[in-house]
């Protein structure tokens, strides 16, 4: 089994899945801009094989697998710029796996609610734009509030409530560099994920995590440190609607192997709406903490999925998992943390990750990455109790930044 895996030491996240590949038996050959010596030792140990190359040229991506040699059984790619690229290469050399118009769908978010749409599954009024005029005409017929985001962004960057004409001029300027914008209904109610690893389209693992808030309120709000909790047990039935949704949008997109990663919402009133999907991983440490809500290692058993039709993993759900996202007060470098070994001490049973940044270290931008100046992971069977643990992280931990 000869896997091509895109960009494996970029974002970090990609160096498991390098390693899962070659731990269920593959040999792995890499392609990314990264030069051989700044992989990491973990990608160096997996691989077999490295083509440094940059992504964003097709043709020489192409051309460089073509001189490597070897015939390529996967091709693989878990990070969003470049899953198109991958169903390309797919395409170009005869190799399974999901093909261009499909990878597309999962990208390019009009056309990805015009299949759903079509399946007769509820999704948030849209329409596409590439101007100004044509944002404001679709807001005359969507009204206020709406939402604005990229057609095939990532996450919630480049993503705007607006709830009048001044927010939305304000939203067009922030807007201008990208060439095309959904303009979507604001769905009101709770958010969550529906995340799999499908085996020819049926999903060999399943998993719900919830937002506290909404990533759009988190996104706004400097203050506020986010919480995503996986959910312990999927037979809750305030969650049925929202998994039936999910398998439905997993057989009106014609998923196939691999990871996929949907967000959906519950208004008030029970009603669920989908939000979009992704044919991929989530970011955000979210595998991780699927691995922590299972006691499972996912990167390997994607691999396994992708490359043998298999999962050995454990489906199980023992805990709820919540990582809490911490951002510092100030600016520059952090200078200390308050309330941390109080914490510890309280719960540290039930910690299993924590990775602030420590004093000294620059402060990361909050508008650019949801992991800001760090998290703190904490698991526990029952919802409330982790509940807790999460909301307590949330006001009594604090970085300080200056200088």
Known sequence: MNVLFLSPNYPPE??????????????????????????????????SGYIQCPLTDKDRVLAEVRRSGVHFDRIECLWEPFVELAAWLREQLGVPGMRLATAVSFRDKEIMKQKVEAAGLRVPYHFRARTEEEV??????????????????????????????????????????????SVEEFIDGEEFTFDTICIQGKPAYMNVAQYHPRPLIARSNEWISPIVVTLRDLND????????????????????????HMEWYRKPNGEVVFGEIGG???GGHLVDQMNYTSD??????????????????????LYNCAIIFKRAIGEGRITRIEGLEGYKARYGRHMVDEQLLRPGTPRRSWLQTLVSDGFVVVRHPDHAATMQMARAATTDITLYAGG
Do not use: Y
Not at 16 to 36: H, I, N, S, Y
Not at 147 to 163: C, E, H, M, Q, Y
Not at 239 to 256: P, Q, S, T, Y
């Open 237 to 260: 039935p305030k969650l049925a609607a929202g998994i039936k949704l999910g398998l439905e949008v997993l057989d009106a997109m014609g998923m196939g192997d691999g990871f996929t």
């Open 14 to 47: 990609m160096r498991d899945f390098t390693r899962g590949l070659a731990e269920v038996g593959a040999r792995v050959v890499g392609v990314g801009d990264t030069p051989a010596q700044g992989l990491v030792p973990m990608v160096k140990e997996a691989l």
């Open 136 to 181: 404001k005409r679709a807001i005359e017929k969507i009204g206020f509030p709406a939402i604005l985001k990229p057609i095939a962004g990532a996450g919630s960057a480049d993503t705007f409530r607006v709830n009048d004409g001044a927010e939305l001029d304000a939203a067009l300027a922030k807007t201008r560099h990208v060439s095309e914008v």
């Open 280 to 282: 991929r991983s989530a």
């Open 296 to 317: 499972t290692d996912l990167f390997r058993e994607w691999a396994r999925a992708v490359c043998w039709h298999d999962f050995r993993g454990r489906s199980e759900r």
